[in-house]
């Protein structure tokens, strides 16, 4: 059983532009509870985004639009089986249409693990920059935390300063 320890980072496109601040998810009853604290980090959001590292181990990406219409992504099916938390989070969350390219055409690119199932919405983040190829791509890439990954991600979204400063504080 993988242990309790996480990070979440509510990332979220005001009026003002991109804010970051972390959630609170020790006490969360289900993935409602979950979005409903995503929407309170900052109600009038157009983008919500919370990104859910578990034990250097495992990421899950939530996404609001408005408050509504929740979509999650995770980077392994095993986080569900694994944790509470991952239960929490993935436990209603179909495969992924799209599979992950295990070819590696690049000899400097590592080689992608082959035991990573991801699963839900791989398409989350395209409209802001990160592809579905991309992301599962990411979440494949043998030796990336989930830290890095999200790293990687708000970078490309446009947001990776201000996840940066919070996880510096």
Do not use: N
């Amino acid at each position: 059983m993988v242990s309790s320890a996480h990070f979440a980072a509510a990332v979220v496109r005001g009026k003002l532009g991109w804010s970051a601040s972390e959630l609170d998810l020790s006490g969360v009853a289900d993935v409602d509870e979950v979005a409903d604290l995503l929407r309170d980090a900052e109600p009038d959001a157009s983008v919500s985004l919370l990104f859910v590292e578990a034990v250097d181990a495992y990421l899950a990406i939530m996404r609001l639009d408005e408050g509504e219409d929740l979509r999650i992504f995770g980077s392994d099916s095993a986080f569900a089986e694994e944790s509470r938390l991952g239960k929490l989070l993935l436990s209603d969350v179909e495969s992924p249409a799209l599979e992950i390219d295990e070819e590696v055409d690049d000899e400097d690119k590592p080689a992608a693990d082959p035991t990573v199932d991801p699963v839900g919405d791989a398409d989350l983040l395209a409209d802001l920059g990160v592809s579905a190829h991309k992301l599962l791509q990411l979440c494949a890439t043998d030796g990336l935390l989930p830290s890095d990954i999200t790293a990687e991600l708000c970078q490309m979204i446009g947001c990776g300063d201000e996840v940066e400063e919070l996880r510096e504080s």
